[in-house]
């Protein structure tokens, strides 16, 4: 009966020394774990640095973009192409501003050389096309990442739990007892890495979601704005043709 209360006596000695702060499990952990937790952490990083440059390039595009369709729409109406094409000059951020003033140049420079065919239409619309994808491609840099991240991260939290369910089993087997002094090492490392891996995966998940929907609503304005574009290169073509004739 003694013996029975002296063991009972060290396990709940043992228990009570378990401590589950973060710097206390950081100092549980074996080599792997941690090596688990710092890759985590930055992917983690990686992927905040994506979210605040994305946010700071898509909030720019959609700023300069608003002040760049009235300025751009009224020199159009006057028929002032180099003023237009310095109102996109002034507006870099602009998504819609690299796209117009690439069909502007292009629309202007079949006009002005002798040296240069016509068709001037269709020159415009492949200028056009071409720049769209190369600003679509700009405005999606990192994006993908996140969805990397996103869809690895909990994995690469659950081999850190594996490891750390082995960590357990061999605190087990040591100390012979399955009491939370033999298991707490390997079980909290199991739990910090699973948290963590969550952590990073989720808002990468959403952030990307977000930014997806962003870019292709990026993706319409542009569209719409180089078909506008190209009505109103047509027309300004036909309009010169009415009056050489």
């Known amino acids: 009966m003694l ?19 973060p710097l206390s499990m950081w100092n549980q ?9 710092l890759a985590l952490f ?15 390039v898509f909030n720019a595009a959609r700023k300069q973009s608003r002040l760049f369709a009235p300025a751009v729409a009224g020199a159009l109406r006057e028929g002032k192409l ?20 690439a069909g502007l140049q292009e629309f202007r420079a079949h006009q002005d050389s002798a040296d240069i065919p016509g068709e001037e ?11 769209e994808a190369i600003v679509h491609a700009e405005l999606k840099r990192g994006i993908s990442s996140l969805a990397t991240i996103g869809s690895t991260a909990p994995f690469v939290g659950l081999f850190g739990t594996v490891v750390g369910i ?6 087990i087997a040591v100390e012979k007892s399955a009491g939370l002094g033999a298991v707490a090492a390997g ?13 990073v995966a ?3 998940v959403w952030m990307y979601n977000y930014f997806t929907n962003k870019l292709e609503a990026f993706d319409v304005e542009m569209g719409n704005s180089s078909s506008e574009l190209i009505d109103y290169f047509l027309k300004r073509t036909q309009r010169l043709a009415r009056k050489g004739a």
Do not use: C
């Open 29 to 37: 952990m074996t080599w792997l774990g941690k090596a688990v937790v």
């Open 187 to 199: 079980i909290s490392e199991a739990l910090v890495t699973t948290a963590v891996g969550l952590f």
């Open 166 to 171: 082995i960590n357990a089993f061999k605190g």
């Open 121 to 131: 239409i269709e020159a415009s619309k492949r200028a056009l096309d071409r720049s």
């Open 42 to 56: 930055f992917m983690s990083a990686w992927s905040i640095g994506v979210m605040i440059d994305r946010l700071l």
């Open 3 to 21: 013996f029975n209360m002296q063991m009972l006596a060290m396990m709940l000695l043992q228990e009570a020394s378990v401590s589950f702060d």
């Open 82 to 101: 180099d003023e237009a094409i310095k109102i996109a000059d002034r507006y870099k951020k602009s998504h819609l501003a690299k796209v117009v003033v």
């Open 202 to 204: 989720v808002p990468a």
